[in-house]
């Protein structure tokens, strides 16, 4: 019997192998199951060097958010480990490396995305990855 887990994974885990197999340069799998009203949340909420993680409540919001991270950043690798589910929410537990365009610095993180899911669509997109190490490589060298 398939669970409403199984399910929540299954929907997401074909996401994250398109994801990692283009190195970012296909996020429309993502968009296709954003739901209208969706909060789509970063832990560095915006910050300087990252701006493009601001807080999104719309779908353009959420492309913005995918054009400005590919704008800036070069996706190395993108490995999800283990996916954790319970009710509606799923939990991805991954290790990403990321080079910064403009100052070519890598970054290389553990990453935890907390999704939760309603009716099939994203309704909530919460990621937690060492931003110290993300803004340091922004930053430009003194």
């Known amino acids: ?8 994974i299954a929907l997401l885990k074909p996401l994250y192998d398109i994801w990692n197999g283009t190195k970012g ?3 429309d799998q993502f968009l296709d199951i954003v739901a209208d009203d969706v909060r789509w949340q970063s832990l560095p ?3 300087a060097g990252l701006e493009f993680t601001r807080c999104c409540a719309t779908k353009d919001e959420v492309v913005a ?8 950043w070069e996706m190395l690798s993108y490995d999800v480990h283990e996916y954790i589910a319970q009710g509606d929410r799923v939990v991805a ?6 080079r910064h365009r403009r100052t070519g610095r890598m970054v290389e993180t553990d990453k935890a995305d907390v999704v939760r899911i309603r009716d099939g669509k994203i ?8 931003t110290a190490a993300a803004e340091a490589a922004g930053r430009a060298v003194a």
Do not use: H, I, W
């Open 25 to 27: 340069a296909r996020f």
């Open 93 to 98: 537990l991954s290790r990403c490396a990321y």
């Open 123 to 130: 309704v909530q997109f919460f990621e937690f990855f060492d």
């Open 45 to 47: 909420r915006g910050g």
């Open 65 to 72: 958010y995918f054009n400005g991270l590919a704008k800036d």
């Open 1 to 8: 019997m398939t669970t409403p887990e199984d399910r929540n």
